[in-house]
């Protein structure tokens, strides 16, 4: 990752996130760009997964101004959770700032995420959507659905820079079905 002054950066670093132990209890409240410069200190993030109805996921891909894995690609819409709200409402507000929608999803899996950078509790949320989307310039480049095979395929390959969050949360498909699971989530909605 290369070094960028705050003025190149959409996200703020005095953002400020509740700091939570391994069991997901609060503890205290961290800035952004402290929480980002240390994985000792552990925040929460949201992962939405969004499904299209013939089943392929919609990737994002992060703006080159995003502080932590410019251009990498990540979960339909994902952030952090500000300090006093809940996962739940982080999904939906991430959802409606990075894609332009409102939809409903649901809870899908919590899970740790550690990088060299940061440790996050993330929870992961799964919905439906064919668009079309609003993407939100300086968050994102765009997006595009992509099946969990050809995921899979670019991953293995290397050939899909991915963020740690969205790898686990690529896992947790795998490690739950996917193919079984979400037929069953998404009918929920």
């Known amino acids: ?40 200190l552990i925040h929460r993030s949201v992962q939405a997964l969004i499904f299209s109805t013939d089943g392929r996921l919609l990737l994002q891909k992060r703006s080159a101004r995003k502080d932590l894995f410019p251009g990498y690609y990540c979960a339909s819409a994902s952030g952090h959770v500000d300090a006093g709200e809940d996962y739940a409402t982080t999904a939906t507000r991430e959802i409606r700032e990075e894609l332009g929608v409102e939809l409903r999803v ?21 919905g439906e959507c064919d668009g079309p989307f609003t993407f939100h310039l300086g968050e994102t480049d765009g997006g595009e659905f992509m099946s969990l095979g050809a995921i899979r395929q670019r991953r293995d390959a290397g050939t899909l820079p991915m963020t740690p969050a969205l790898l686990a949360a690529l896992d947790e498909l795998e490690r739950r079905g996917a193919a079984s699971a979400l037929p069953r989530l998404l009918a929920g909605l």
């Open 1 to 40: 990752m290369t070094a960028r002054t705050p003025s190149e950066l959409t996200d703020n670093p005095d953002e400020l996130f509740d700091l939570v132990d391994l069991d997901d209890r609060v503890i205290g409240v961290v800035r952004r760009g402290d929480a980002h410069r240390n994985p000792a």
């Open 106 to 126: 649901v809870p899908f899996a919590k899970t740790l995420v550690r990088s060299a950078c940061e440790t996050e509790i993330t929870a992961m949320f799964v």
